[in-house]
């Protein structure tokens, strides 16, 4: 069973340590208020999500900094931006805000395709790469949204092949991540032990998860709050029983939603998520608390859906 305990506080988080076997021994949960406004308002959408993550974006930057590149030169320093939802992470904006200079970046496009026949799996399908700013020595920061895995673990198994070919070494790979299952968790640390380090002997290899790490759903998609292997300090499991209740800490379809349809196309992700509180208001398993919280989701959509039906000018 997953051990986890306070490393620190500040003004802006709480780190907690994850001890398990099965995950990186560099695992970590960030407790913020940052990363909780867009977790625990995922109608949250436009200007307003894209100013949040940018608060959230200087708190991974300034732990990464403080726990991974003491002592690293700044042309070491790179993001892998995972296209397309990496892009909304803002992680540059972090590092630019935080220290004053700006990542070099790496570019992959990857889709992930359902698995016919074989519900929740997924592939991970790359149609873009670009490697021209990999430097050597390279400290590698990833910011992804975490289910599966697979888009990650494609992500980097191209990273690799990408410093063989051109001859360059990884000192550390970091992966940032709003939301991630405690799942995509086990299949990174699967990862490093059977590629990262046989190839980069050394390379420090690190996951910090905001809030939790999730229950994953069978359909390889949603991340639930409050489930049996979700893994989390007290702290978190006290937050989501506060904001969400009993039954909606359990049952919320997801902490994010489809994280690439809310970012690049608000409006679609808004009528999804109507759709999907209408009939969650509708059942008689609800409670109370649940339902206000829904209720007031809900009024605030709809008035977001009539802001975007106004002109300039």
């Given at each position: 069973?997953?051990?986890?305990?306070?490393?620190?506080?500040?003004k802006?988080?709480?780190?907690y340590?994850v001890?398990d076997e099965?995950?990186?021994?560099?695992t970590?949960?960030?407790c913020?208020?940052?990363?909780?406004?867009?977790?625990y308002s995922?109608?949250?959408?436009?200007?307003r999500?894209?100013?949040?993550m940018e608060?959230n974006s200087?708190?991974?930057?300034?732990?990464t900094a403080?726990?991974?590149l003491?002592?690293?030169?700044?042309?070491?320093?790179?993001?892998?931006?995972?296209?397309?939802?990496?892009?909304?992470y803002?992680?540059?904006?972090?590092?630019?805000?935080?220290f004053g200079?700006?990542?070099?970046?790496c570019f992959?496009?990857i889709q992930r395709?359902r698995?016919?026949?074989?519900?929740?799996q997924f592939?991970?399908?790359?149609?873009?790469e670009n490697?021209?700013?990999l430097?050597n020595?390279?400290?590698?920061?990833?910011?992804?949204?975490m289910?599966t895995?697979s888009?990650l673990v494609?992500g980097?198994?191209?990273?690799?092949?990408?410093?063989?070919d051109?001859?360059r070494?990884?000192k550390?790979?970091?992966?940032l991540t709003l939301?991630?299952?405690?799942?995509g968790?086990?299949?990174?640390?699967?990862?490093?032990r059977?590629?990262?380090?046989?190839?980069?002997p050394?390379?420090?290899?690190s996951?910090y998860?905001c809030?939790?790490?999730?229950?994953?759903m069978p359909d390889g998609t949603?991340?639930r709050f409050?489930?049996?292997?979700?893994?989390m300090p007290?702290e978190?499991r006290q937050?989501?029983?506060q904001?969400?209740?009993k039954?909606?800490?359990?049952?919320?379809?997801?902490?994010?939603f489809d994280?690439?349809t809310?970012?690049?196309n608000?409006k679609?992700h808004l009528?999804?998520?109507?759709e999907y509180s209408?009939r969650?208001?509708?059942?008689l398993?609800?409670d109370e608390?649940?339902r206000?919280?829904l209720?007031r989701?809900k009024?605030?959509?709809?008035?977001?859906?009539?802001?975007?039906e106004?002109t300039?000018?």
């Open positions: 069973m997953a051990q986890v305990s306070e490393v620190e506080k500040s802006n988080c709480a780190l340590c001890a099965s995950l990186l021994p560099d970590y949960i960030i913020s208020d940052a990363a909780r406004s867009v977790l995922p109608h949250l959408v436009g200007k999500l894209q100013d949040a608060k200087a708190i991974f930057a300034d732990i403080a726990r991974v003491s002592g690293a030169k700044r042309e070491s320093i790179c993001e892998l931006v995972l296209l397309s939802g990496g892009l909304y803002s992680l540059n904006h972090g590092f630019k805000k935080s200079f700006a990542l070099q970046q992959i496009g395709q698995v016919e026949g074989r519900q929740g592939r991970a399908v790359a149609g873009y490697f021209e700013s430097p020595d390279a400290h590698v920061i990833i910011g992804d949204t289910a895995g888009t494609k980097i198994q191209l990273l690799l092949d990408a410093a063989e051109r001859g070494s990884i550390s790979i970091t992966v939301a991630g299952s405690a799942d968790a086990r299949k990174l640390c699967k990862l490093a059977t590629h990262i380090l046989p190839q980069h050394g390379c420090k290899v996951l998860a809030e939790m790490l999730f229950h994953l949603d991340l409050l489930m049996p292997d979700s893994i007290d978190s937050e989501a029983l904001r969400y209740g039954y909606l800490s359990k049952n919320m379809r997801c902490a994010v994280w690439g809310r970012c690049k608000p679609a009528l999804e998520f109507l209408s969650e208001l509708s059942s398993s609800i608390k649940g206000s919280v209720l989701m009024r605030e959509t709809e008035a977001e859906l009539a802001e975007m106004k300039l000018g």
